[in-house]
């Protein structure tokens, strides 16, 4: 290793926190990472890492190194970029992340008909429904329900997700339709839950538009989305969901979208996220393709449910 690569090593072992997970994460023996640290130190002549046996921190001088590593590779990134804007092909690596169901859904697919278009990129494809910190863990493109928080990312807009309502007729023939938000609230359904969120409540706008909360009769809780649609298949709950979850079953009549009248908030739009405004050209086209399988102005997972443009509100 030259010192550069050191001083990357050093900014990992920052980002990651200990020796182990840079070994795990580089496939390499925690020795070598702990050997290549000391090179480093002598290199300089400073210390830079605190060891305990339980823990890492940096020196002041180890915190100064890894603010130069991290300048080192964002400019590292820059050059990479700005040498790949100057093929006329895409090509080299490019490292996607996305959320699970929305990955399996259409990313898959963009991935499949870019490949077949520019077979000179290598894609890796993360999907996960953590939420990923694209330039820490090496990401070029990541896809995420909401705009992003973050100032050090660029962002474009995809699609909007809106929200429906829906049951199975086997349910709608035991209960009902409901046409009351009291009424709803009393019908047993199916919720999205994980460590840290309940999706239990929905916001829609009254006649005056205030924004208020319909609170759901909690049966189910369950922490994968596709049992949200599986559940309410089985006709013994309705469930909330998004527009970009259904696939066929409204057009089957295996579900039917109920109260319609109700002007629901958007749950979010897709956004992707890159790292850098003057992008990669594979980056470009990528997320262009993306669009093309999703559809520009209204995305596909619309249009597979009738007379959504006059459900819920549609307002933007």
Known sequence: MDLASRLLLLLEVSELGSFAKVSEYRNVNRSAISKQINKLEQELGV???NRTTRSLSLTAAGSEMVNQAINLRELLSNSKRLAQNYHSE???????ASSTLFGRQYV???VLEFQSLYPEVQIELLLED???DVIAEGFDIGFRIGEPKESNLISKRIARNRLLIVASPRFIE????PETVPKLESLPAVVYSAPGLLIDKIKYRDSLGTEEFINLNKTYKVNEVELLIKTA?????????????IENEILQGKLVPIMTHLDLVDYGTFY???PHRDSPLKTKLFIETLIGVI???IPIWEKRIPGFEKMYGNTP
Request: proline share 3%.
């Open 47 to 49: 210390h830079l890492l």
């Open 90 to 96: 895409p090509r080299g690596q490019l490292k996607i």
């Open 108 to 110: 898959q697919q963009a």
């Open 130 to 132: 953590r939420l990923v």
């Open 174 to 177: 035991k209960y009902g339709q």
């Open 233 to 245: 298949l089985a006709g013994n709950m309705l469930t909330v969901t998004t527009a970009q979850m």
């Open 272 to 274: 992707a996220v890159y």
């Open 295 to 297: 559809g520009d102005e």
